[in-house]
């Protein structure tokens, strides 16, 4: 007896567009099975509910459907009719008592016997029903009673007993009947049962291979075909990019080369992939490199040197003040009043000049750095932000010269090429330079200080002196009396002049002309105070204060050996430079830890007694750093003056130590200093670090184009590109 068909068969015997019944003849049911091409079409030219996974969908198409939704899909004009609403039929559910009979729309049409043709001619359509039987007939809305002796097979899944068709050979449908089982609990339900069975998956295999690294998120699952693998919980990966700011920033504090920013993109680009780091990032750093390549020259001019006293020929590189500043205000879109520092110093061989051009910004951001002193690591760190301009990594060469004297003759040519006082700025520099441009003699001659006019003798017998300006502001000043008034460019000039036409411009007549032998370098009127022009060095102020205590006092009091207890305590070492001293760290720190001065293994031989004045003065110095020496202004006027009364009076209470320039201008001339700054600015904003530490900052860049000997005539060429490339990069 022939099997009665089922709703399953019977899909395969409809055209789902037109949902006529298919005639097979000579072709088998497989020729009009609907493939995943066919499915595309159907979804995209008449709905796209349609669903071959879904039983109330036929799975067959006729072949003149097929032709109609190929012509729709070239744009051709079709005679394709609009599909059955399938979705509005109610299957029956499979039981015993039914015996799987279905009578829907799909099964009534499959068992009709015969086929519509079509009409022919002219004009000649299809007609398709426009109501379709939604529901079976006869439908039990009741559960059946299920029987008694129902069971599973164990291997197929499938129910079997009395009356239920089952395969003898049913391997091949346990994917199906698992499926089906599944299908009809609810899908929220579905996703935790594939849950739990990976998650089990996935400990068996950590627990069989606890060292595999993917064990613990991954599987590899065996499919009909080649073995798929799936993820728990797998994590999401952004694409990581590097911006070219970022690297900039990165380069210009690690101090890399061209070469090994390209190496370490290369890296990146392996590792992180191709798209972290932007295309033609090397052809940008190498143009970045270049910008300010055309605006320095290069010359051979003659110099005091230090093989002799005869001038030399030396290279210099050297550009325009006015037209560098222009360059890099546009550069940094700098915008506003800016500040311009201007340093001078020689060190590493090279005597060079060189500027700062701050703004208020960058004052708020020392403001802002002060109270949060480190970069997060969630911003980066500091190698991926952008300098401070103030710092050594932001300084703009004017001019560099290797191995000359630093004499007023070899700093006025230097002036005179960069036309530097086409620019405003102020200067600051150690107090050799600072004499040297203001026209002076050294420290050691008569009038040594560049603010004021006290003499050396009376400096050095550290009498009280009161800061009294001429009231009248006239250029005379009466040099004998105790009293000093601070200088103006006017009184430079006037010396100067009285010393040519007076003192016959010999050099033992200057203590008659306040040790004046040269007219400054700075084109400024007659009132404009030195102090306004040249800021006090806090570095080497604060090294000196130190150090003048330290070497000259302590050490003779308690002994070389005892005295060195002390920063050994602090892991500080003095440099055999210009003497021995402390750098501006090691000076910081012993002013912060002056308390372990109070060490029986120090003051043993002499009594604690004896070092308390220097633990005082030390003290009171390190209140005043804090208030002033800072990047950020923290105290008042009047907290100030406090803080200098407090190292005046603990100073002179040390016996057997002299006032030195340092000592001098830092008690006599610090509060005029800082009442002539503006937007409370403070000596930390105006300091000569930068300058003093611009020496090691460029020697990295010269390393890369080093020729030892000037007489090489492609030394100059390196040097430029040297200096080109410094200044370039520091924009």
Known sequence: MRPKSTHQSNRAKICAPCGRKIVLGVKTEAHFRINENVEKLIKKHLTTTFNLADERFPTSICGTCRIDLQKREKNIQS??????NYEDIQLRRNTRVHNGECKCFICLTAAFKGHVPNKKGRGHFRSTPKQIQTSCEKQNTSRPPQPENASICKK??????????????????VDENIIQIVAKIPEKKQDQIITALLRRKLDSQTHENPGSAQSKHSHMLSTRGSKARVQLNPRIVEDIVFPEKSLDNFQLHMGSSLNQMAKFTNFLRTHVGRKSVPSNYREHLGNKSR???????????????????????????????EQLLDIVLE???????????????????????????????????????????????????STSTQAK?????????????????????????????????????KFVSDFKVLLLVNGQQTATSTYPCPYCFISLAELRSGKDLFQAQNPDNTIEADNSSPISSLKTYGHLKHDYMDFVQIGGGKKQNAKNHNSTINPPLFSEDDDIFVLQKCVLPELHILQGFVNHLFWDGLVPLVGRESALIWPKKLNLVSKTYHGEIFEGNACRKLLEEADKLFDLEIYGKVGIFAVTPYVQTFKAMDNLVKCCFGTTKSGSNTCLQKCIEEVRKNY????????????????????????????????????????????????????????????????????????????????
């Open 79 to 84: 005679r394709l009719l609009d599909m059955p």
């Open 389 to 425: 301009l103030s710092s050594v990594h932001r300084v703009i060469l004017l001019c560099i010269v290797p191995q000359i004297k630093e004499t007023y003759e070899n700093i006025k040519l230097l002036f005179e090429i960069t036309e530097l006082n086409s620019i405003p700025f």
């Open 652 to 731: 002179k209470a040390i016996e057997n130590v002299t006032v030195t320039l340092k000592i001098h201008v830092l008690l006599e001339h610090l509060e005029d200093c800082i009442c002539f700054f503006e937007n409370n600015e403070t000596l930390g904003y105006w300091s000569e670090q930068a300058g003093e530490s611009i020496h090691r900052e460029f020697l990295s860049f010269w390393n890369r184009y080093k020729i030892n000997t000037m007489e090489n005539e492609a030394y100059m060429k390196n040097l430029h590109k040297a200096v080109a490339q410094f200044s370039s990069t520091h924009l």
């Open 331 to 381: 550069e940094r879109q700098q915008v506003g009043n800016v500040n311009i520092k201007v340093m001078a110093d020689g060190g590493q061989s090279f005597f060079k000049i060189c500027m700062s051009i701050m703004g208020k910004e960058d004052q708020e951001d020392e403001e802002e750095r002060v109270i949060k002193k480190r970069k997060l690591y969630s911003e980066g760190g």
């Open 291 to 321: 910008i300010l390549e055309d605006v320095y020259q290069t010359e051979k001019l003659y110099f005091d040197c230090e093989s002799g006293d005869k001038k030399s020929e030396r290279p210099v590189v050297y550009g325009n003040a």
């Open 156 to 173: 197929c899944y499938q129910q079997v007993g009395k009356g239920k068709r089952h395969p003898s050979n049913c391997n091949n449908q």
